[in-house]
């Protein structure tokens, strides 16, 4: 589902927890505000360890993606955003099992103090492609 402002296109395929687009679609590309391992269809953080939470946003993102007719193959950039630096490796080990191996996008990671609903990670993504 989405709303349309000139060629710009707001998709709402998962419930915003603030005032913002969960994707905003210009020309090809595809900007995916940060999510994080909400449960599905809920305003409630899933409750497990870095590695759920890891799974949970990244399925979220996903989602976000194949609303505006996207997939993880089309992402070019992403930044994580993780409340402890010493989650990198659990992190990486999950987030890599979305992408075709080798084909990753660009990306940051950060350490931050706090999260929205005291979350572990958030992710936001840029994606491409074209529609031509």
């Avoid at 996903?62 to 007719?69: F, P, Q, T």
């Avoid at 955003?81 to 989650?87: E, H, I, S, T, V």
């Amino acid at each position: 589902m989405f709303d349309s402002l000139g060629s710009r296109q707001f998709f709402k395929s998962v419930t915003a927890i603030a005032p913002y687009s969960p994707a905003v679609r210009q020309g090809d590309f595809l900007f995916v505000s940060g999510q994080i391992a909400l449960v599905p269809g809920t305003q409630d953080l899933l409750q497990g360890s870095i590695e759920q939470e890891s799974r949970q946003a990244l399925e979220n993102l996903g989602k976000v993606l194949r609303s505006a007719e996207y997939d993880y193959r089309d992402v070019v950039s992403a930044a994580l955003f993780l409340k402890d630096l010493n989650d990198y490796e659990k992190v990486n080990a999950i987030y890599a099992a979305y992408f075709p191996e080798g084909v990753y996008p660009a990306r940051t990671v950060l350490e931050v103090s706090r999260m929205p609903k005291n979350a572990r990670i958030e992710i936001n993504a840029i994606a491409y492609k074209s529609h031509r």
